[in-house]
């Protein structure tokens, strides 16, 4: 056994060595393509210079204008107040919001609303709910997996909330400052004017357009941004979609955790989000899902997705779905591939987004904001928006600890997750259930890192390939026929295919190696 030991464990380190060195050596080739920046808004010079002085002089009594008040632009107009900034917030609907994502906060993430200020929007006032952890289940196994919190203080875990009332508790604490205005009305484009961003053009909510104006623009208006081609070179992909249903007096197997189930075709989650209602979120593979209205989802959620509930929650879930408000998402995930734009910057789903399988999103919102203010904290003067935009370059790869690790996890467990026909995925999930299993460093690692309490890049690409390394010695034994080896070896390569993209998309040299970034070093422009 020991031989065993020492013969996988040399194993282990040449493989992950070289498969590290392979995905470096394909991923660092080739330039970004960088987005035109023209055809983005009408310039200032084009409608005469002194057309809308009145106007101009808001720029004088406005440093910052968000664009969206979400969780990213709640919480940044907050942030940016508290700081002595003047915030024009402007937000297509200022009635509370009802999302069946957004629900799950990781610890990682309530440290970062400790950070702002924020903590007491996710307490009792939201009927807001603990999360310690996560149960996983497959084939009628389970396992429970906890949050490392140990270091923390009794408050800190993750929170499961109503999204609408978060925002809407964030909002408000918003509003009591005096340098904050909340304005209901949508944003149509940015004001350009010599290649800088100097405002926005929007329409109130009497149907107005107007004209607001700051040196510096935050654009943070979430996953169907209007804005974000303005700014960025996005490519949005949708991996599947969400049909979301409200279990009512429920009580999950294990209280206070998140409950996976790894089902065929993809997973099921289950999650308080108040003290009487528990979410479930059934993943559909693809863009289309069947009708709700025909009745064909309800007969799906009967026949194919409720044999594979857990007993203790069959009978609420199926009450659920005969109530009938069954409601459903696109998922979407999207690379942050920024174009640097004077005047401008993006935030927030806008700007960013992963599979919402590991509810990871708030988290790296929540520490985009808290890093963006520390970078503007020493400086008084924003109105010098080239050296602005230079120094906030920096920005994009300070960021990547987090984000990175968080998007990676997203969507290299969405992909290990999902049943496949092909033998080599089908290891990889049984690895991936096994190796979680054992605890130890074996559950604490990963769930350190998907909670963002540990956003360590490297950390990651390690337990990942251990996994596939531990699904290869399963297939070793009792014997290593030619038939195992071969589905090893392609176990390895399904691995590398998995995160390889996922690993060049978020750019290998910022996610392994961010301090050979020359941006990584900016410092405040001096006035």
């Not at 924020?118 to 310690?132: G, P, R, T, Y």
């Not at 979120?281 to 693809?286: A, H």
């Not at 890093?371 to 300070?398: G, I, V």
Request: proline content about 7%; aromatic content about 8%; hydrophobic content about 40%.
């Amino acid at each position: 056994m020991v031989s065993y030991e020492y013969i996988f464990g040399g194993l282990l380190a040449s493989l992950l060595g070289s498969v590290f060195f392979m995905i470096i050596s394909t991923t660092l080739g080739g330039d970004k393509k960088v987005k035109s920046l023209s055809g983005r808004v009408k310039s200032d010079d084009e409608f005469g210079n002194c057309a809308f002085q009145p106007e101009m002089e808001e720029e004088k009594s406005t440093d910052v204008v968000i664009v969206g008040a979400g969780v990213a632009g709640a919480a940044l107009a907050y942030t940016l107040a508290k700081e002595g900034r003047r915030v024009h917030v402007i937000e297509r609907d200022l009635t509370e919001p009802d999302r069946i994502v957004g629900e799950l906060l990781q610890p990682g993430g309530y440290l970062k609303l400790i950070e702002l200020g924020l903590e007491d929007c996710a307490n009792e006032s939201i009927d807001a709910q603990k999360v310690f952890g996560y149960a996983l289940y497959k084939d009628g196994k389970d396992t429970k997996l906890s949050y490392p919190l140990e270091q923390y203080s009794s408050d800190v875990a993750g929170r499961s909330f109503h999204n609408g009332r978060f925002i809407q508790r964030m909002r408000e604490k918003a509003m009591i400052l005096s340098n904050v205005k909340l304005e209901q009305g949508s944003v149509t484009t940015l004001i350009e004017e010599k290649g800088i961003v100097k405002g926005v053009i929007y329409k109130n909510k009497a149907g107005e357009e107007m004209r607001t104006y700051a040196p510096l623009t935050i654009v943070c208006d979430g996953c169907f941004s209007n804005l974000r081609k303005s700014l960025s070179a996005p490519k949005v992909e949708s991996p599947s979609c969400f049909v979301g249903l409200i279990l009512e007096n429920c009580d999950l197997p294990h209280a206070n955790y998140g409950h996976v189930i790894l089902g065929d075709p993809s997973p099921i989650l289950f999650y308080p989000i108040s003290s009487t209602e528990v979410r479930c979120l059934v993943d559909v593979p693809g863009t289309k899902v069947p009708s709700v209205a025909s009745g064909e989802m309800a007969n799906y959620l009967k026949t194919v997705v409720a044999p594979q509930i857990p007993l203790q929650l069959h009978n609420s879930f199926m009450a659920a779905v005969e109530k009938g408000n069954i409601r459903t998402m696109q998922n979407r995930s999207m690379a942050a591939n920024p174009v640097p734009t004077p005047g401008a910057i993006l935030l927030g789903d806008a700007f960013n987004m992963r599979h919402p399988l590991t509810g990871g999103g708030m988290t790296v919102a929540l520490s985009d904001i808290v890093l963006l203010r520390n970078l503007l904290r020493p400086l008084r003067d924003l109105n010098d928006a080239p050296a602005l935009c230079n120094y906030l370059e920096s920005f994009y790869t300070l960021r990547k600890p987090v984000s990175s690790t968080i998007n990676t996890l997203a969507g290299a467990l969405y992909k290990v997750f999902c049943a496949s026909p092909d033998p080599a995925r089908q290891e990889m999930r049984e690895a991936c259930f096994g190796y979680l299993s054992f605890g130890g460093i074996c559950s604490y690692g990963p769930v350190s890192l998907l909670s963002g309490l540990n956003p360590r890049p490297l950390h990651l690409f390690l337990h990942f390939f251990a996994v596939a390394i531990y699904g290869v010695s399963r297939l070793m034994l009792p014997f290593p026929s030619p038939k195992r080896m071969w589905l090893g070896f392609r176990l390895i390569l399904s691995a590398s295919g998995i995160i390889s993209p996922i690993i060049k998309g978020e750019g290998v040299r910022q996610m392994f190696f961010p301090a050979t970034v020359p941006a990584y070093y900016r410092s405040p422009p001096v006035y």
